[in-house]
């Protein structure tokens, strides 16, 4: 199975500023044939279901803002957000979907500072 | 609107059953791979089962197998969660989950339903 870790746990940061949250796999998630990176990033707010931000490690979902991009491939990964905004605090969680059990990293929880 | 609505949760003893339905509507539910993924109170997501867009193919977690069953109705747009020997550990909000492509497998998830509370206690 594949273990996904994400780091840090928690993160505070200034509005404006931006944000990284780092994601690493026990095994690399990057199909060679297809060149593919199974890796997808989430938002979730409190007392929400999770909203989809990036999946193939780096594509925008639609509708999701710019200011979210996803980097990295094979194991390790980033999701950054360039100029945090208020409505941006929530808890991140990266996931992989390179094979089953489908699994996701402990999730990261975002504040303002 | 494309949306997925879980009914079914609720309290039940450990040891005991309950089956969840997830509703479709705003899209060709036949034509997609959906998921159940649970999240314990104050926990972190994780994967429960996943079924083929035809339901001839399933897959679980080994903390579920032999336990849970997933299905789907294409008629009645319904996907489902019958889970069996519930246990304490088994306390979760389950959500209903789409894959973001029609069709195929090994996807991200794109449409999640509001979900359903389970929990077991005596």
């Known amino acids: 199975d594949i273990v996904m870790t994400q780091s840090p746990d928690s993160l505070a940061v200034s509005l404006g500023e931006r944000a990284t949250i780092n994601c690493k796999s026990s095994q690399s998630v990057l199909y060679s044939s297809n060149n593919k990176n199974y890796l997808a990033w989430y938002q979730q707010k409190p007392g929400q279901p999770p909203k989809l931000l990036i999946y193939w490690a780096s594509t925008r979902e639609s509708g999701v803002p710019d200011r979210f991009s996803g980097s990295g491939s094979g194991t390790d990964f980033t999701l950054t957000i360039s100029s945090l905004q208020a409505e941006d605090v929530a808890v991140y969680y990266c996931q992989q979907y390179y094979s089953t059990p489908y699994s996701f990293g402990q999730g990261t929880r975002l504040e303002i500072k | 609107e494309v949306e997925l609505v879980e009914s079914g949760g609720g309290l039940v003893q450990p040891g005991g059953s309950l089956r969840l339905s997830c509703t479709a509507s705003?899209?060709?539910?036949?034509?997609?791979?959906m998921h159940w993924v649970r999240q314990a109170p104050g926990k972190g997501l994780v994967w429960v089962s996943r079924?083929?867009?035809?339901?001839?193919?399933?897959s679980y977690a080994d903390s579920v197998k032999g336990r849970f069953t997933i299905s789907r109705d294409q008629a009645k747009n319904t996907l489902y969660l019958q889970m069996n020997s519930l246990r304490a550990e088994d306390t979760a909000v389950y959500y209903c989950?789409?894959?973001?492509?029609?069709?195929?497998?090994?996807?991200?998830?794109?449409?999640w339903g509001q979900g359903t509370m389970v929990t077991v206690s005596s």
């Open positions: 705003g899209f060709t539910f036949s034509d997609y791979w």
């Open positions: 079924l083929n867009k035809d339901g001839s193919s399933t």
């Open positions: 989950v789409r894959d973001r492509q029609l069709g195929a497998p090994f996807d991200a998830f794109d449409i």
